[in-house]
């Protein structure tokens, strides 16, 4: 059972599932980066992108179609909560409110559309087997997975070091009123952070459903590992992200393997560890 | 020199900011007085006391002859929360039943409150409460959850208030906790179900099982039932595995730890949302080899959406949707006309449940001519009733837990549909029955040829 | 410190407390639950406005210490046998300040959104340990059979009316203490320590450990309205500290408003009431919760009893005008 193989087979799918998580906190440090927002309704973004992925993709008969709505409908609705809800806010904590608010409203709606039954993405054939690695399967999913999620990882990185928008982005998370007084539209920056983050939560929702099952509840749960990860990883790092990500993917991975008793008390004992050695996280600016 | 600038901007802003805060600190005071609290509690306090006293006054006076005024049966489910489903399910069941005798008995007419407990044994006993007091129910229906019914058994006992489960399958509520109030027409877990699980798993030749459960109350009783018989009998468990219900997001570490080399069987008794995981990633991991059991995971509500993967697993449960006999297919078609083809290819033990409570209690009322307020009479009615349910025949014991039929069934493909196809049958059983040194006969299936 | 003279605004008290007084005499029998309901968890709600509304410290995790002051006394009358109602109350009570003072001195180096998340992540280890230690709280089964041993005089609390009067008395205690204490030197420097932590820092007062104190103080409340909690259901379970608890008591901070002293109590009021009676007539009443406070952060930022004194505000201003 400690065999290598074994033990790969462990780590890769620790690593797939933070990818995961990375996807998800990813939208979640560029909100609160930028605009200094919690976004406590991020695990309700990817309960929804889920739910419009997985319905999209069985009304379409298609797999990808299905992901990518998945995401941008999402994102439309980060969208339309930023330029309505948002722009009419002074204060960061109102705007806070008003996301525990959606959490609450997104669940509901969710329930009436979409009843109370688990949903999962099926795959298409050609994703759905397994490759045999080190004499174990693993499946082809999940590479895929990891495969979109270090990609997505690089597209980020790129956007950031590469790109205008991406610098101003980047300046935004250093340092808010200064980038306000420079003479860059700090709405525009808004919405389109916000949109962004919206659009990654939903990404992830909807490419974790093959795994993940989307039912009631899963908002509140989610919520709960995105919080983990950014605050492991740092606020407002997309770094912190990426380690925080792996980091609890393993943590969660190993840990209920080996002490399956502590299972859900674990994730919370590797937070609580972090905060009190470091309080600002691991890549955090404090 | 950008460093310096950007730090005495900040400075001047902190000065400026501090200024400002100084100066609300001072108001602070006079602001406050401001606010006189006790004028807005007077508010509150009015608005309240008017809501109440509108109620108490709008609420139906019982001035109507008993024997007319209508029969209140309260309804009580977790309708919101992981298990939604199945409540919903129970609750339609229940609807069809009272439709069935046109939601009347003995010239009274039958009238149901719904409530739900959002899976929440606090907000049962509120809820229990409400009907009570306020709806003033005659009969109450649930609750569903196992914590549920350990909240609210005291409350029954304490207000003689007669309960008939549909779900509910504590063990210890007819066992140590028994009150002749209560009556459960669904099945006990740990004292009835899971034992006979265990002993039809050693009777089919299997010795070494791992047991994959739900770290919940329920999912530990359901293995230590398995287990009393399953290893008294001779049998070895060679791993038993907890996963935290929901928030397991990832099964693939408690797959791994399953060490098939070892053993014959897997048995499952996870449920929702965390069945649908483990089946799914069961088979992407190549685990196919080994045979899997566990009726919670093929309940036909996920078939369609496990398709392929779910073939060839074997279940033990009471119900399964093709069972042939005439009163489940009776029961089947008009569940058809009411709810539609859709619902109708969903439904599962869940369903047959809720409308077997509600027919009990028909029968029940109907020995009694409906009076209801005579409860010593209705409760020596429930007790004798018995009749034949879709899942075969069902009666009473002496604690008032349902007696029934068990069946073995494995996952087909038919046609372009998958269903639990019945292989055997054994019973009836009755709870405790393991400790009695009952052996199940195999009898055969009720309404096949 | 000012004087708050009564005098001349004595029915303004008095007629509340009336009201409160008569109210199961005249109102239906599930109304006095509700009732009793409402002033538990308007207990619970105050006691964290004292974090989050005077000292500026947005806790998601306060169900914690409503579990703590919940199972202590469940275990101990339920499990422990021991039938006297003070003795386990003053243990609750006790037992959620040695908690609250262990997990504040780990949450108070951080604040604002750092704040936030350290005591949701230490709530949700409080609700593990509740889920997990299945031999001393039941696991998610709960602690059941938790009765009301009498409070002494011999009056029973098994009887409803009876138990609403003890809360209310509770309720009128916990109010009053908290007053004095929001309204005393104390409560003032929470109340800068919200504005500018730097600036009282600069002014010399030791910031943490006030913080500390309202800390410790807001998870004693709340320990106690979990015992109350407890007692009224006759059962303990997870639900107690979990992270949905802990999101409905800040959605009744928010609701009612953080700068008001009974701010929290009208919310607690407004959401209990809402979800009560919504819940009967719809699954969906989350949506409706969910509403009510967009619309309260966006037209009401100070929360219902905000809107409403300002309503007095302007009207007084009217009629002075004329």
């Known amino acids: 059972m400690f065999d290598l193989g074994s033990l790969l087979n462990l780590a890769m799918s620790g690593i797939t599932f933070g990818m995961i998580l990375f996807l998800l906190a990813a939208g979640f440090e560029l909100m609160f980066g930028v605009m200094r927002i919690i976004n406590m309704a991020h695990g309700s973004f990817f309960m929804l992108g889920a739910y419009l992925g997985i319905s999209i993709a069985r009304q379409t008969h298609n797999f990808l179609f299905g992901i990518l709505m998945g995401a941008v409908s999402v994102g439309i609705v980060g969208l339309v909560t930023e330029r309505f809800l948002f722009r009419r806010l002074p204060l960061h904590l109102q705007q806070v409110y008003v996301t525990f608010g959606i959490i609450y409203i997104l669940a509901d709606i969710s329930k009436w559309a979409w009843g109370s039954n688990p949903y999962v993405l099926s795959t298409p054939a050609l994703l759905a087997g397994s490759v045999t690695i080190l004499a174990k399967p693993f499946p082809i999913y999940r590479l895929v997975l990891l495969g979109v999620g270090l990609l997505t990882a690089l597209g980020l990185w790129l956007f950031q070091e590469k790109t205008r928008v991406g610098s101003i982005v980047r300046a935004g998370v250093d340092d808010r009123e200064m980038v306000g007084v420079i003479g860059i539209n700090i709405k525009l920056l808004s919405t389109l952070v916000f949109t962004g983050g919206a659009l990654l939560a939903g990404f992830a929702g909807i490419m974790a459903s093959p795994i993940i099952p989307v039912l009631p509840g899963i908002d509140w749960d989610v919520m709960t590992l995105a919080m983990v990860v950014v605050v492991v990883g740092g606020l407002g790092s997309l770094r912190g992200a990426l380690v925080g990500g792996l980091l609890i993917g393993l943590a969660d991975t190993f840990g209920k393997f080996l002490l399956p008793q502590v299972g859900i008390v674990l994730i919370f004992l590797v937070l609580a560890v972090v905060l009190i050695i470091r309080p600002s996280g691991i890549f955090g600016g404090g | ?449 | ?322």
């Open chain 3, 1 to 322: 410190m000012e004087r708050i003279g009564y005098g001349k605004h004595w029915p303004v008290v008095a007629i509340p407390i009336v009201l409160l007084l008569v109210f199961p005499q005249v109102a239906s029998f599930y109304s006095v639950i509700l009732l009793t309901e409402v002033l538990i968890y308007a207990i619970f709600a105050t006691s964290l406005n004292l974090e989050l509304g005077y000292t500026g410290l947005p806790s998601l995790g306060h169900a914690a210490f409503f579990g703590v002051g919940g199972y202590t006394l469940g275990i101990l009358i339920a499990k422990g046998g021991i039938h006297n109602f003070w003795l386990c109350v003053i243990a609750a009570v006790l037992a959620s300040a040695v908690v609250s003072s262990l997990l504040g001195f780990f949450s108070i180096r951080t604040s604002g959104a750092f704040f936030l998340m350290l005591t949701f992540a230490l709530a949700q280890f409080v609700w593990g340990i509740a889920w997990s230690w299945r031999s001393l709280t039941g696991g998610d089964d709960g602690i059941s059979g938790v009765s009301r041993p009498t409070p002494g005089l011999t009056i029973s609390i098994m009887n409803e009316v009876n138990f609403y009067y003890l809360v209310l008395l509770f309720f009128a205690g916990t109010l009053f203490l908290l007053y004095r204490i929001c309204r005393s030197p104390f409560g003032h420097v929470l109340q800068g320590i919200r504005e500018s932590e730097t600036r009282m820092q600069a002014l010399g007062y030791d910031t943490w450990k006030y913080k500390y104190v309202a800390f410790i103080v807001a998870g004693t409340f709340a320990g106690l309205a979990g015992a109350l909690k407890a007692c009224q259901d006759g059962f303990v379970s997870p639900a107690y500290p979990s992270v949905v608890t802990s999101g409905m008591v800040l959605l009744m901070c928010l609701v009612g408003g953080t700068r008001i002293f009974l701010g929290p109590t009208l919310g607690a009021a407004v959401v209990w009431v809402v979800r009560s009676i919504v819940s009967s007539y719809t699954e969906y009443w989350s949506f409706v919760l969910g509403c009510i406070l967009i619309i309260a952060v966006m037209f009401a930022p100070q929360g219902i009893a905000g809107y409403l004194v300002q309503v007095r505000g302007l009207l007084k201003r009217a009629r002075a005008k004329s």
């Open chain 2, 1 to 449: 020199m950008l460093i310096n600038f950007r730090r005495k901007i900040e400075v001047i802003a902190k000065a400026r900011k501090d200024r400002a805060i100084y100066g609300f600190l001072r108001n602070l005071n006079c602001k406050e007085e401001q606010m006189k609290p006790t004028r807005l509690f007077s508010l509150l306090i009015g608005a309240l006391f008017v809501f109440s006293s509108a109620k108490t006054v709008c609420s139906q006076p019982a001035s109507a002859s008993q024997t007319k005024s209508p029969i209140k049966i309260g309804w009580i489910g977790a309708l919101t929360g992981p298990l939604a489903q199945g409540s919903a399910a129970a609750l339609r069941g229940s609807k069809l039943a009272f439709k069935e005798a046109n939601w009347e008995v003995a010239g009274r007419k039958i009238e149901m409150v719904v409530e739900d407990d959002a899976y929440n044994p606090g907000v049962t006993v509120t809820k229990v409460k409400k009907l009570l007091f306020s709806d003033k129910i005659n009969l109450l229906m649930g609750p569903w959850a196992n914590a549920s019914g350990l909240a609210i058994i005291d409350f029954i006992k304490a207000n003689k208030l007669i309960t008939v489960t549909y779900q509910c399958a504590q063990s210890s509520l007819t066992e140590d906790k028994y009150t002749p109030y209560f009556f459960r027409s669904s099945f006990n877990d740990a004292g009835q179900a899971t034992p006979f699980e265990g002993w039809l798993t050693y009777h089919l030749g299997y010795r070494k099982v791992a047991c994959i459960s739900l770290d919940t109350a329920y999912g530990h009783s359901c293995l230590d039932g398995f287990k009393k018989s399953f290893e008294k009998l001779g049998g070895k468990i060679t791993q038993e595995i907890y996963t935290p219900q929901g928030t397991t997001m990832d099964f693939a570490p408690y797959l791994a730890k399953i060490d098939t080399s070892k053993i014959d069987l897997i048995y499952s008794w996870l449920t929702g949302s965390d069945a649908l995981r483990f089946v799914k990633q069961y088979s992407e991991y190549g685990y196919k080899k080994t045979p899997l059991f566990g009726a919670n995971m093929i309940g036909e509500t996920y078939l369609p959406e496990l398709g392929d993967t779910a073939l060839g697993i074997h279940g033990i449960l009471y119900y399964v949707q093709s069972l042939p006999n005439p009163e489940n297919q009776r029961f089947l078609k008009m569940y058809s006309n009411e709810y539609g083809p859709e619902l109708t290819k969903q439904v599962a033990a869940f369903d047959v449940q809720g409308y077997e409570a509600s027919k009990l209690i028909i029968a029940g009322l109907r020995a009694v001519k409906g009076k209801v307020e005579d409860s010593g009479a209705l409760m020596k009615a429930l007790e004798k009733v018995q009749f034949e349910s879709p899942r075969g025949p069902l009666k009473l014991d002496d604690h008032h837990n349902a007696v029934f039929l068990n069946y073995l069934f494995r996952v087909e493909k038919v046609g372009d549909r998958y269903q639990n196809t019945v292989l055997k049958a054994y019973g009836p059983l009755y709870q405790g029955w393991f400790e009695a040194g009952f052996q199940p006969p195999e009898v055969p299936v009720p309404g096949s040829k």
